[in-house]
């Protein structure tokens, strides 16, 4: 993304940068940081997480003890929710 946008401004694609190498000044400037990312586990969205997951595991990732229900529509899967004295819930996810 860095060297994408060095070649934009360098382009003359940018249209609001009106000195020449400001740019480059700025991005070096925010590269000589060593940048820590930081990122929040999802707990509030744990359906959104877990059918977001069952896309794309494969056998293994989820055991067969763990799969509560399959129809037409839906499959029902059973999941440990850690923040809740590590119960065992149901989630629902549509069939893809």
Do not use: F
Not at 45 to 63: E, F, G, K, P
């Amino acid at each position: 993304m860095v060297s994408a946008l060095r070649q934009a401004a360098n382009a003359g694609e940018l249209h609001r940068v009106t000195r020449p190498g400001d740019v480059d000044d700025q991005l070096n400037t925010l590269m000589a940081t060593e940048w820590v990312v930081y990122s929040k586990d999802c707990l509030e969205h744990t359906d959104t997480v877990v059918c977001y997951l069952a896309r794309y595991t494969r056998q293994i990732a989820i055991s067969n003890a763990r799969i509560l229900a399959v129809d037409d529509h839906q499959v029902t899967l059973r999941y440990k929710d850690y923040r809740n004295r590590d119960r065992h819930n149901p989630t629902s996810c549509p069939r893809g």
